[in-house]
């Protein structure tokens, strides 16, 4: 499920990717599995890290912070 709630990872997603859809073809995953990163679950992208990171030249660090304020938000909210 897509909210419109705005949040890191949802951006980080839609800045490198393009698309839910993308990451997903690009990682060889399901869209679900990317919709429940964006959505609450955000460790679950870190498996997929040296992909992401090297494979389509993210900074590490830039992954890592989308995913520490998804959980940020998720303990406060």
Same mark, same amino acid.
């Not at 705005?6 to 990451?23: E, L, S």
């Not at 997929?48 to 590490?60: L, N, Q, R, W």
């Given at each position: ?6 949040? &890191? =990872? ?18 060889? =995953?399901? =869209?679900? +599995?990317?919709? =429940?990163? &964006? ?9 997929? +890290? ?14 890592? /912070? &989308?995913? #520490?304020? /998804?959980?940020? #938000?998720?303990?406060?909210?």
């Amino acid at each position: 499920m897509i909210t419109d709630k705005p949040n &890191a =990872v949802r951006g980080f997603i839609i800045t490198h990717f393009g698309t839910f859809q993308n990451m997903a073809d690009k990682l060889n =995953v399901s =869209v679900g +599995a990317v919709s =429940v990163w &964006a959505n609450g679950k955000p460790r679950g992208m870190l498996k997929y +890290a040296p992909e992401i990171c090297f494979t389509h030249e993210v900074d590490p660090r830039e992954l890592v /912070n &989308a995913v #520490q304020m /998804n959980l940020d #938000q998720i303990n406060v909210g």
